[in-house]
């Protein structure tokens, strides 16, 4: 994964994009495409559907430039709006789809790109099982360890990511870490009772 733009830098580029910066804009995608196409494929699993949305939704900035409003945390509020555009693409061509996510949406968490990176089996093993672990979670918790963990959001910030209030932000991430402490520890005792099999 290419380095994360810093939010300082971040900052700035966003008051020279709505001083009408369009190289601004460019580099705002450029420095988030990684993050924001890897949260879109978590919501919906269509590269060219994500790659097309990304892109609308930067086109759509520029044209709303002049009447954007400043941002707390520029990748945190890309990720909402990306998540807004999917669902309202997701719902224009499937009238059933809700307009929001409701509990039971898919949602999938993988650690692959980072997976070519290790090379003891042992570690990839290791992740693996975390990655199962954490795809047995509800999709809403999925969803908040993500955001948590790999995009290294604030409680704010995955609060407004998730349209939620901040003690439910809290109560869910409490409800997540016991789920996965409880779900580690029988999948680790599976794992050695198949192992002594063996």
């Known amino acids: 994964m290419s380095r994360r733009l810093p939010q300082r830098e971040a900052q700035q580029l966003w008051q020279d994009y709505q001083a009408g910066d369009m190289y601004a804009l460019a580099k705002l995608m450029q420095g988030y495409y990684p993050d924001l196409f890897h ?6 699993a269509d590269r060219e559907f994500v790659k097309d949305c990304i892109q609308e939704m930067f086109m759509n900035l520029w044209k709303m430039q002049s ?3 400043s941002v707390e945390n520029v990748r945190s509020y890309l990720l909402v709006v990306l998540k807004t555009r999917i669902l309202r693409e997701l719902s224009s061509k499937q009238p059933t789809y809700q307009a929001s996510l409701p509990d039971e949406y898919a949602f999938s968490v993988e650690f692959a790109a980072d ?3 290790i090379e003891e089996e042992h570690e990839i093993y290791q992740i693996r ?3 199962h672990v954490i795809n047995h979670l509800p ?3 999925k969803e908040l360890i993500y955001l948590r963990f790999y995009q290294n959001l604030n409680f704010e910030q995955i609060a407004e990511v998730m349209q939620l209030g901040r003690q439910s932000v809290y109560n ?5 870490l016991n789920s996965l402490r409880k ?3 029988a999948s680790l005792l599976g794992f050695m009772i198949y192992w002594l099999n063996t």
């Open 39 to 44: 949260w879109g494929m978590r919501l919906h």
């Open 67 to 69: 009447s954007i409003r």
């Open 115 to 117: 997976v070519r990176l």
């Open 129 to 131: 099982r975390l990655e």
């Open 139 to 141: 999709e809403r918790q």
């Open 172 to 176: 869910l991430l409490q409800k997540s």
């Open 183 to 185: 779900n580690w520890t």
